[in-house]
T-cell receptor, first 113, second 110 residues
Framework: DTGVSQDPRHKITKRGQNVTFRCDPISEHNRLYWYRQTLGQGPEFLTYFQNEAQLEKSRLLSDRFSAERPKGSFSTLEIQRTEQGDSAMYLC???????????FGQGTRLTVV | QKEVEQDPGPLSVPEGAIVSLNCTYSNSAFQYFMWYRQYSRKGPELLMYTYSSGNKEDGRFTAQVDKSSKYISLFIRDSQPSDSATYLCAMQNAGNMLTFGGGTRLMVKP
């Protein structure tokens, strides 16, 4: 499968714990995006990388959130001191040089209990 | 007011019907327009991608963009039960992130 891959698919964590998600984009894509989607809503932008550089962050990305993309390949999204409001689907997408058609992974569903 | 508005539905149609899904938007800087299909607990799947105003057809799907009215549509001909999903419209400035509508849930009944 050469699509966008996300791991884990599901994560249940206790409030206050830290969690980390991984995204592997399509191999030739240089832009990688993170989105968050809550039930019944469309995805909302969190942050994006061009190669290893993080170029933009949404106001939704509080100080508890951090994202990295070392060497411009896979990316990780970490949430520290999770809260119940962090429960959502976290989606990763990648685009090629033209930065137009975005392809999404299957998402990581986070439940904070 | 959200930048992209989409009727949440649900929209229920019989198999074989023509389905019309719509979005309106307020940001005139949007240049690229997309439709995604999302099955329950799955990631969005890109269906149609268009640039500027006009029509684009792909099999049973037709996307329309009217930039003067800030209105986009997706038509599904000969709808099938397998088309039952949530349809998300998305829009983009050049090279930037996507702004999504809230999604319309479609149910096609056999």
């Amino acid at each position: 499968d050469t699509g966008v891959s996300q791991d884990p698919r599901h994560k249940i964590t206790k409030r206050g714990q830290n969690v980390t998600f991984r995204c592997d984009p399509i191999s030739e894509h240089n832009r990688l995006y993170w989105y968050r989607q809550t039930l019944g809503q469309g995805p909302e932008f969190l942050t994006y990388f061009q190669n290893e550089a993080q170029l933009e962050k949404s106001r939704l990305l509080s100080d508890r959130f951090s994202a990295e993309r070392p060497k411009g390949s896979f990316s990780t999204l970490e949430i520290q001191r999770t809260e119940q409001g962090d429960s959502a689907m976290y989606l990763c997408a990648s685009t090629g040089t033209a930065n137009t058609e975005a392809f999404f992974g299957q998402g990581t569903r986070l439940t904070v209990v | 007011q959200k930048e992209v508005e989409q009727d949440p539905g649900p929209l229920s149609v019989p198999e074989g019907a023509i389905v019309s899904l719509n979005c309106t938007y307020s940001n005139s800087a949007f240049q690229y327009f997309m439709w995604y299909r999302q099955y329950s607990r799955k990631g969005p799947e890109l269906l149609m991608y268009t640039y500027s105003s006009g029509n684009k057809e792909d099999g049973r799907f037709t996307a329309q963009v009217d930039k003067s009215s800030k209105y986009i549509s997706l038509f599904i001909r000969d709808s099938q039960p397998s088309d039952s999903a949530t349809y998300l419209c998305a829009m983009q400035n050049a090279g930037n992130m996507l702004t999504f509508g809230g999604g319309t849930r479609l149910m096609v009944k056999p």
